[in-house]
Every structure is written in C-alpha cells, then in structure tokens.
T-cell receptor
Framework: GAVVSQHPSRVICKSGTSVKIECRSL??????MFWYRQFPKQSLMLMAT?????????EQGVEKDKFLINHASLTLSTLTVTSAHPEDSSFYIC????????????FGSGTRLTVV | GENVEQHPSTLSVQEGDSAVIKCTYS??????FPWYKQELGKGPQLIID?????GEKKDQRIAVTLNKTAKHFSLHITETQPEDSAVYFC??????????FGKGNQVVVIP
C-alpha cells in the first residue's frame, strides 16, 4: 500500500532557530500534500495544503511566513518552522493524496517538535 | 467549511464486546468519510472508509455505516481486543479535497 515517510520523528530545538520536517511519498506520486498540527489529546488541525509546483494554501490563522511549506516534487514536501518558540511545540503530521480527488489520503508517522 | 462532531469522547468496553462511535457532519457536499486509528506518538492509520454511494462497508471486525440524509456515520468494532485500544478519529472531506476531523474518541478495551 501507499507509504509516506516523515522525518524526523522527534526534534528538540532552541527558541529562535528553524526546524525542517520532511515528508516523502515512497511508492506513489503525491499531487497534494497536507500539513496538520496536533496538540496533546486534541484533534488534527489542518495548517495548509500544497500542490506540487504551486504555492501552499494556508488555513485561516496559520502564519505562512512562520510555517514555510515547499512541495517541489511529486514525492517530497517540507515544512519549515521558522524562528521557533515554545508555543510551536506540537505534533506535526503530513498527509499525501495521489489522486487529488478527495479520497485516498496516506498519513506520515508524525514529528514531535519541542522548542526549549 | 465542514464541521464534524464525534461522540462519545471516551468509551470503555469489555474485551469481546462491541464498540460503536458516532459522527455527524454538516456539509452535504461531503462524499468521503474515513476512520483513523491513532496510537500514542504515531500518525493516524486508516482503518476503514466509506464513500457516499454506499450505506455500509465491512472489513472483518470493523464496519462503517453512513446515513447521508441524516448526515451521520458510525464505526462499529465487534469482538473487541486489547489491541483495539487507541484513539479513533472520524473525518469528512470538503472543499479542495481537504479533510475535517472529529475530536477523537479514546477507546479502552478492558481485558
């Protein structure tokens, strides 16, 4: 089945630094990638949607200059958290869709970001 | 946008009994309804999904039912086992192929 590899699984960084999270579709071409954020014991909140070769579309309230998304190829999307602060500490999860038809989403294993 | 409500928030069942989780959605244009299982520290794993052209789908011990008129869908787990303990999320698709998630349901299977 479809596999999405997400790295790193855990990262600790200092306040003010930037962190990059990678999401790769291993056996299919991901026309669309989604990035989510999940706080402890809460649901997944969509941050942004990106289509290969296009600028990402951010959900209301998500700072696009803080959460930089790149989807330069059909198998790789990255999320960079810039100038991280402790309140950015969260579980970040990517999801990929091969067909762009509103079904068939495959999720990555998530990245636990802790900003100290 | 889409609003997905999920009930109950916590469900404890004896091993071997059935568990049912219900979700409602608001957008009548939604046509895809997946269910995900999430274990601690991991990403969501799709366990079953249903599209709006069918009313029920079953995969071994797991089934999903959909009532489009009432805008609700349910997850049914039969013969529950300890490894079924996890958080379960329902979701529904909406504009531009996005997914809206319910708040999640902590299922605890008591051995």
């Amino acid at each position: 089945g479809a596999v999405v590899s997400q790295h790193p699984s855990r990262v600790i960084c200092k306040s003010g630094t930037s962190v990059k999270i990678e999401c790769r579709s291993l056996d299919f071409q991901a026309t669309t990638m989604f990035w989510y954020r999940q706080f402890p014991k809460q649901s997944l909140m969509l941050m942004a949607t990106s289509n290969e070769g296009s600028k990402a579309t951010y959900e209301q309230g998500v700072e696009k200059d803080k959460f930089l998304i790149n989807h330069a190829s059909l198998t790789l999307s990255t999320l960079t958290v810039t100038s991280a602060h402790p309140e950015d500490s969260s579980f970040y999860i990517c999801s990929a869709s091969a067909n762009g038809q509103g079904y068939g989403y495959t999720f990555g294993s998530g990245t636990r970001l802790t900003v100290v | 946008g889409e609003n997905v409500e999920q009930h109950p928030s916590t469900l404890s069942v004896q091993e071997g009994d059935s568990a049912v989780i219900k979700c409602t959605y608001s957008d009548s244009a939604s046509n895809y309804f997946p269910w995900y299982k999430q274990e601690l520290g991991k990403g969501p794993q799709l366990i079953i999904d249903i599209r709006s052209n069918v009313g029920e789908k079953k995969d071994q011990r797991i089934a999903v039912t959909l009532n489009k008129t009432a805008k609700h869908f349910s997850l049914h787990i039969t013969e529950t086992q300890p490894e079924d303990s996890a958080v379960y999320f329902c979701a529904a698709n909406y504009g531009n192929n996005r997914l809206a998630f319910g708040k999640g349901n902590q299922v605890v299977v008591i051995p």
